[in-house]
């Protein structure tokens, strides 16, 4: 399922950047602040938090994977309603950490927009990614199961939501 999570790292790699974050939080043209887009199937731990902690003074992150797939029959024919979900984690770290989440948007973004501006990245779509089989298309995207997690920590933000692939697959009739 690489060309979904592609397709998503792709689309937020597009749209961020400057004058991505609303008018007034930097200067016109000045570029956001840094953003890694990371294939959580690449990353080997991700559970240590103080690690993480480490890795957000260098910029904000996001990741991606995929999490599952399922597939139902439709009527008596031999296609079947298809859904792929992507997980999405969203993470930052607060300005006087010397990280980039800052609710004034002096030293960074506040966590508000950061979410805003991914969240935007994915919903504006218009079309869907090559899904790397012939008789699978996507119809639509949503997101679900948001998980805000920041409540938790007092200096590291985190935000989970699962981007569910909703499409159809045809089947050659026997």
């Not at 990245?121 to 805000?148: F, K, M, Q």
């Not at 920590?153 to 981007?163: A, G, L, P």
């Amino acid at each position: 399922m690489t060309e979904e999570v592609d397709f998503l790292i792709e689309r937020i790699r597009e749209e961020y950047g400057a004058g991505s974050l609303p008018a007034g939080l930097r200067p016109a043209g000045e570029d956001p602040p840094p953003l890694a887009l990371i294939d959580r199937q690449d990353v080997e731990d991700e559970d240590d938090i103080e690690q993480r902690k480490g890795e957000l003074t260098r910029g904000n992150i996001v990741s991606v994977a995929s999490v599952d797939e399922s597939t139902s029959p439709i009527g008596t024919e031999y296609d079947h309603d298809i859904e792929r979900v992507a997980g999405i984690r969203i993470e930052g770290l607060d300005a006087d950490e010397f990280g980039y989440v800052d609710e004034s948007g002096d030293d960074g973004a506040p966590w508000s927009s950061l979410v805003r501006v991914i969240r935007r990245a994915i919903l504006r779509v218009r079309s869907y990614p090559d899904t790397g089989t012939p008789s699978i298309d996507y119809t639509h995207l949503e997101l679900a199961n948001a998980a805000p997690q920041s409540q938790t920590w007092s200096d590291y933000y985190r935000w989970d939501v699962d981007v569910i692939f909703d499409g159809f697959e045809r089947l050659p009739d026997i």
